[in-house]
């Protein structure tokens, strides 16, 4: 019974099942679709797409291994139905994925919702407290990679092999199949472009996920750029550098999203999100 297929948040989940992930993601950009239709605020229209639609793709993507190109349309879709609710200019793609905090949709992209998965799964592993599940992951750990090295690791080496080191013994080519591992292995080297963490083992705890504070701190220049048109008394006027202007000039940059525009009365639509 412990193997017999349910569904969760409208998801078919088990192992008495094949699961067309295909045809799940493209429903679900048909389900986005459908609420940027709907008579919604723009605010209700991204709540209703975050916390409705996209939950029953973020818990397949949490429980179940999902190809980049299974979410390719997702992506594309969320992109433009994100700009066409904050109508955004056609090149501001970044603000669809910017948190709501720095008045951003904060719709995620899947892809690299998918690579963040694969390096946590393995975390969760680590760091379960039944020391059977934390032996089997790193038991686990230590067989792929002694098919890479082709002779016993250490947990050094097993964390070398997370972090994606290339040169060495791990420059020899192991010819096994695509494993949790591996695919954290490649994870972790994508995302590292954006946040730099890597994969520690201290002896009495085991392994651990280290963030750097540096990595997560984001410096910011802070110059004001002119605009081209002066201000009420011909003086110019200034933007703070780095913010959103649009693609056709800088007067396109200075229009509000619908939800953020000021009402008549004199008050302001705030996101309630």
Sequence with gaps: MDQDAYKYLGVRVGFSFRQDHGELF??????????????????????????????????????SHIRKRDVADLDKTLVRVGKKILNLPTRENNLVHLSCSKGGAA?????????????????????????????VAAESLRSVVRKKLLRDPTPGECCDFLNGKKDGDFARESGDISTQW?????????LSCAIKFEW???EGTGYHLSVPQSSLRVP??????????????GEPLYLPAGGPRGSGGNHQGLLLPPCLQPFPSGGRLHPIL
């Design 26 to 63: 493209r429903g679900i950009s048909a389900d986005v679709e459908k609420v940027s239709e709907s008579l919604l605020a723009p605010w209700q229209q991204l709540t209703a797409i975050r916390a409705h639609v996209l939950a029953r793709a973020e818990c397949l993507c949490r429980n």
């Design 107 to 135: 719709l995620p992209e899947f892809r690299s919702l998918l690579d963040i998965h694969a390096v946590s799964h393995p975390f969760r592993l680590f760091a379960s407290h039944d020391p059977n599940i934390s032996g």
């Design 182 to 190: 591996s695919r954290a292995r490649h994870s972790l080297q994508r």
């Design 200 to 202: 520690l083992f201290i």
């Design 220 to 233: 910011v220049q802070r110059r004001p750029g002119r605009l081209d048109s002066p201000g009420r008394n």
